[in-house]
């Protein structure tokens, strides 16, 4: 009976740490409060649109050899979610990463799914962008992953099984890190 209640004491202790610990950790990052996603149709209007300064806006990424394998971790950490769920895994595609590399330095400047400029996301490349999920503060792929799925939007785009393709972008800026995940058809 005596050991009954001490490990009931140390899972009340156990649960307590997790429970505050968490508390602490979810204050360290963010997620919008909703994912992005678009139909794949081409826009009303006809126009195909392609950021004609996509190469030199994607070139002030400023990351690391380490959040680029973090960026990389984080897919992987994502397809294993698609996979649990019976869905394809999400194939990392250049192109979205250089738009993905546009969206996080852009997120430095205006927290939002929509471009500094006033356009809509998808405007860096509407051939290949169909949904985004930014987050900012977090340091680890697991960190950006679980607030994600902790967000119904976001998680929808992670296990939304037409997306086929996906690059995740991180731009480091004044020591806050800015997460771009871009997906595709």
């Known amino acids: 009976m005596k050991s009954k209640k001490i490990i ?9 740490l997790v429970l505050v610990l968490g508390i602490f ?19 009303g209007d006809g126009i195909v649109y392609i950021d004609p300064n996509i190469t030199a806006l994607a070139d002030q990424l400023s990351g690391t050899a380490e959040s680029k394998a973090i960026a990389k971790a984080a897919l992987d950490t994502i397809n ?18 250089q738009a993905s590399a546009v969206r996080a330095v852009e997120a430095a400047q205006l927290w939002s799914h929509t471009r500094p400029d006033g356009s809509e996301y998808w405007t860096v490349n ?5 949904g ?14 679980n607030a ?5 939007t ?24 800015y997460w771009a995940n871009e997906f595709g058809y």
């Open 8 to 16: 009931q004491a140390i899972s009340a202790i156990v649960f307590a």
């Open 154 to 177: 976001h998680k929808d785009n992670i296990l939304f099984g037409s997306f086929k393709t996906a690059a995740i972008a991180i731009h480091i800026q004044g020591g806050q890190w």
């Open 148 to 152: 994600w799925m902790a967000s119904p």
């Open 80 to 97: 294993n979610a698609r996979a649990g769920s019976g869905l394809g895994t999400l194939t990392w595609s250049t192109g979205l990463e």
């Open 126 to 130: 509407s051939n290949l962008v169909y």
């Open 25 to 43: 950790s979810a204050g360290k990052g963010e997620v919008p409060s909703d994912a992005a996603r678009r139909d794949d149709t081409v826009p």
């Open 132 to 145: 985004e999920n930014l987050a900012k503060g977090y340091d680890s792929a697991e960190a950006a992953f």
